[in-house]
């Protein structure tokens, strides 16, 4: 009797048994498997979200070179936007030349912050100071710049004093500081390394159809539309520089984070580029 009884009910038991195990692996299992579904979902819409952002809206760049100083600092990080100037093959990841031209085009106005890519150097991104456009004659007279036969207006102002933006080691250097005014009233600041420097006296330059004239704000120490970057047709544009969201010192690394509160240059950030 005992045996009968302890037999069938044991046997009853396991069975109950194993089908709750079963159940709760399988319903485990499918938890398991919507939840990896799930995250590989939201990972996908993440990426394509930003793939939309830095195609269409904003790009992230930082500044390697001195060629902008004193505007731009190097270890400055800022967003450019891609739809000032419209959209050619350039504006996409990779730039592959799947067609040619600008959609939804519209020329920098002077004094513009501009990255673009160089006739000769489609692989590289430059960003510099738009002063020429379509039609203009730009020249430089011992180190004064003239547009269209008119000298720009400039005042002195007192010396950047900073790592040295007249060479490449970082040792203190001060350097006479300049206030350029356009005629569309864009105000900014140069520098001038050296008196009757390189560039200082040039030929005239009369820009194409099509094509822009950039300089770098570090007058002495930039290679742009005065040398070997040349004229620089609409389609090379990227987008304009509209503000630095992060900045680090000269020489620091900004993913050395235990580092930031010396190496930041806090009073830079969310500064809008000028």
Same mark, same amino acid.
């Given at each position: 009797?005992?045996?009968? /009884?302890?037999?069938?009910?044991?046997? =009853?038991?396991?069975?109950?048994?194993?089908?709750?195990?079963?159940?709760?692996?399988?319903?485990?299992?499918?938890?398991?498997?919507?939840?990896?579904?799930?995250?590989?979902?939201? =990972?996908?819409?993440?990426?394509?979200?930003?793939?939309?952002?830095?195609?269409?809206? /904003?790009?992230?760049?930082?500044?390697?070179?001195?060629?902008?100083?004193?505007?731009?600092?190097?270890?400055?990080?800022?967003?450019?936007?891609?739809?000032?100037?419209?959209?050619?093959?350039?504006?996409?990841?990779?730039?592959?030349?799947?067609?040619?031209?600008?959609?939804?085009?519209?020329?920098?106005?002077?004094?513009?912050?501009?990255?673009?890519?160089?006739?000769?150097?489609?692989?590289?991104?430059?960003?510099?100071?738009?002063?020429?456009?379509?039609?203009?004659?730009?020249?430089?007279?011992?180190?004064?710049?003239?547009?269209?036969?008119?000298?720009?207006?400039?005042?002195?102002?007192?010396?950047?004093?900073?790592?040295?933006?007249?060479?490449?080691?970082?040792?203190?250097?001060?350097?006479?500081?300049?206030?350029?005014?356009?005629?569309?009233?864009?105000?900014?600041?140069?520098?001038?390394?050296?008196?009757?420097?390189?560039?200082?006296?040039?030929?005239?330059?009369?820009?194409?159809?099509?094509?822009?004239?950039?300089?770098?704000?570090?007058?002495?120490?930039?290679?742009?539309?005065?040398?070997?970057?040349?004229?620089?047709?609409?389609?090379?544009?990227?987008?304009?520089?509209?503000?630095?969201?992060?900045? @680090?010192?000269?020489?620091?690394?900004?993913?050395? /984070?235990?580092?930031?509160?010396?190496? @930041?240059?806090?009073?830079?950030?969310?500064?809008?580029?000028?």
């Amino acid at each position: 009797m005992k045996a009968r /009884f302890f037999g069938p009910s044991r046997h =009853v038991r396991v069975g109950v048994g194993t089908g709750i195990g079963k159940a709760i692996r399988v319903t485990s299992i499918k938890k398991a498997q919507g939840g990896r579904g799930e995250t590989i979902r939201i =990972v996908i819409h993440a990426l394509l979200i930003a793939l939309v952002i830095r195609t269409f809206l /904003f790009q992230p760049f930082n500044i390697p070179s001195g060629s902008m100083k004193a505007t731009l600092l190097i270890g400055d990080y800022l967003f450019v936007s891609k739809f000032s100037y419209g959209y050619s093959h350039f504006s996409l990841p990779f730039s592959p030349p799947l067609f040619s031209g600008r959609f939804f085009g519209s020329d920098p106005a002077r004094g513009d912050v501009v990255v673009f890519r160089p006739p000769k150097k489609e692989d590289t991104d430059f960003i510099k100071r738009v002063i020429g456009l379509p039609g203009d004659r730009i020249q430089m007279k011992d180190g004064r710049l003239f547009i269209n036969d008119v000298e720009v207006r400039r005042e002195r102002l007192s010396d950047f004093v900073g790592p040295n933006p007249c060479a490449s080691f970082l040792f203190p250097g001060r350097v006479k500081r300049w206030k350029e005014t356009l005629d569309n009233g864009v105000s900014y600041e140069t520098l001038d390394c050296e008196d009757n420097g390189k560039y200082d006296n040039t030929n005239v330059f009369t820009v194409p159809p099509g094509h822009f004239f950039m300089m770098g704000d570090n007058r002495d120490n930039s290679d742009d539309s005065r040398d070997s970057v040349g004229y620089v047709p609409r389609e090379n544009l990227i987008g304009r520089a509209q503000v630095i969201f992060f900045s @680090v010192d000269e020489g620091e690394s900004a993913w050395t /984070f235990w580092r930031w509160p010396i190496s @930041v240059r806090w009073g830079r950030l969310f500064n809008i580029v000028r």
